[in-house]
């Protein structure tokens, strides 16, 4: 609750004071993604290691099954997970310099079901504190789900953080 990249808040794994090797998982609900045609899915996230032999790793896998059975998409190792270099007092960032975002794009089809979910999963390594926050999951509609009903266009295509939407209404 002192944290985060857009506020005060974020999700905490305290790894600095874990044992190496304990694993700390967390997961969404199920997402209804049915009728999607492509999702993207970014977060951010900061972590410093202890020292250089760190071996903490952070995985994100989804499930098209409400979890019954996971597929990883995203691996990032301690060396590249570090976002403000060693630290050996438990670690909280102090800046939005300390943060880094990572995207996740190879989300197949066959996972764009109405019981998607999503899960990270933080090994701790003898590594620090790590962080998460802003978590979004981002999708595009098909073309004939655009036009069908209003006539709606968004553009530029693909979409960014300057997207204009047009559509027309009857009454």
């Known amino acids: 609750t002192t944290t985060g990249y857009s506020g005060t808040k974020s999700l905490k794994l305290q790894s600095a004071s874990i044992t190496s090797g304990h694993i700390d998982e967390f997961m969404s609900n199920t997402i209804d993604l049915s ?5 993207l899915v970014t977060f951010k996230y900061s972590f410093v290691q202890k020292n250089a032999s760190n071996s903490d790793i952070l ?3 989804v499930s098209n099954d ?5 597929t990883l998409r ?4 301690s060396a590249n997970l570090s976002t403000g270099g060693i630290q050996l007092s438990q670690f909280t ?3 939005t310099s300390q943060w880094a975002e990572s995207q996740i794009t190879n989300i ?8 998607f ?5 933080f090994e701790s390594g003898g590594g620090n504190n790590l962080y998460i926050d802003d978590i979004n999951i981002s999708w595009a509609l098909s073309t004939d789900e655009l036009t069908a009903d209003f006539g709606l266009s968004a553009y530029p295509n693909p979409l960014d953080e ?4 047009q559509f027309n209404l009857t009454n």
């Open 93 to 95: 960032p102090s800046s």
């Open 59 to 61: 995985k994100v896998y």
């Open 35 to 39: 009728g999607m045609s492509s999702v």
């Open 108 to 115: 197949s089809a066959s996972y764009l079901t109405d019981n």
């Open 66 to 70: 409400c979890g019954e059975s996971w």
């Open 162 to 165: 300057q997207t204009t939407l």
């Open 74 to 77: 995203k691996q990032i190792s």
């Open 117 to 121: 979910r999503i899960k990270w999963s």
